[in-house]
């Protein structure tokens, strides 16, 4: 299992790199949605896991992008702007799930073992 981060927040890969590290999952990190998309194309991952609000690519526009390359990774957004909207947004985007900001590590390993489940990874 093979999950892609993408987080403009160093502090947030951080925490959320070690949130990973006593599982089986492995992570790689991008800094932005650009890195991400560049990633994407040497690499295959199962999930991805995306801010929403990022500088120059923002979370939605980076499901779009994704979309249109015709990938159909599952993407769990996180925003740290419990606005409904926006997470409304994501989900019409194509995002499989949308977790608030800050992450809890139950939730987010919660998230990712439902998503193994259900097979969409």
């Given at each position: 299992?093979?999950?892609?981060l993408v987080d403009d927040?160093?502090?947030?890969?951080?925490?959320?790199?070690?949130?990973?590290?006593s599982t089986k999952i492995q992570l790689e990190a991008a800094a932005s949605a650009r890195t991400a998309l560049r990633k994407l194309k040497d690499n295959t991952y199962d999930i991805i896991i995306?801010?929403?609000?990022?500088?120059?690519?923002?979370g939605i526009a980076?499901?779009?992008?994704l979309k249109a390359a015709g990938h159909s990774?599952?993407?769990?957004?996180?925003?740290?702007?419990?606005?409904?909207?926006?997470?409304?947004?994501?989900l019409?985007?194509?995002?499989?799930?949308?977790?608030?900001?800050?992450?809890?590590k139950e939730k987010l390993l919660k998230a990712v073992n439902?998503?193994?489940?259900k097979g969409h990874a």
């Open positions: 299992m093979k999950l892609l927040d160093p502090n947030m890969r951080r925490l959320i790199t070690l949130m990973f590290k995306s801010d929403l609000q990022m500088p120059e690519i923002d980076f499901l779009k992008e990774i599952p993407v769990i957004i996180m925003s740290a702007y419990g606005l409904q909207k926006l997470a409304d947004m994501a019409e985007a194509g995002a499989v799930m949308v977790l608030e900001k800050p992450i809890q439902k998503i193994i489940s």
